[in-house]
Nanobody, 114 residues
Framework: QVHLVESGGGLVQPGGSLTLSCEAS????????MGWYRQAPGKERELVAG???????TYGDFVKGRFTISRDNAKNTAYLQMNSLKPEDTAVYYC????????WGQGTQVTVSS
């Protein structure tokens, strides 16, 4: 079973940067993908970035080159580097990992405000 721990959220001013981390632990053979979704109050959860072990990395349309997902497979960790943050990026960011099934992290709050 996969267990995910997220870190790196917080308060940042518009135009600033944050890096989120998501570490997978537990008993599993191989993670087929890791990625991030986000959910703002009153809105549906939406894809931020997805990184399959084999395949093409995908980003939500709103990212527009501002965010970069990366993975350290040796550490079973995914990172989301977020630059040029906007107030509308404020949301709870959820990490996910796919093995036999999808596992979700607990979420980390990102607030972009002056």
């Amino acid at each position: 079973q996969v267990h995910l721990v997220e870190s790196g959220g917080g308060l940042v001013q518009p135009g600033g940067s944050l890096t989120l981390s998501c570490e997978a632990s537990g008993r599993f053979f191989r993670l087929n993908a890791m990625g991030w979704y986000r959910q703002a109050p009153g809105k549906e959860r939406e894809l931020v970035a997805g990184s399959p072990t084999r395949g093409i990395t995908t980003y939500g349309d709103f990212v527009k080159g501002r965010f970069t997902i990366s993975r350290d497979n040796a550490k079973n960790t995914a990172y989301l580097q977020m630059n040029s943050l906007k107030p509308e990026d404020t949301a709870v960011y959820y990490c996910y990992a796919d093995e036999i099934r999808r596992t979700w992290g607990q979420g980390t709050q990102v607030t972009v405000s002056s």
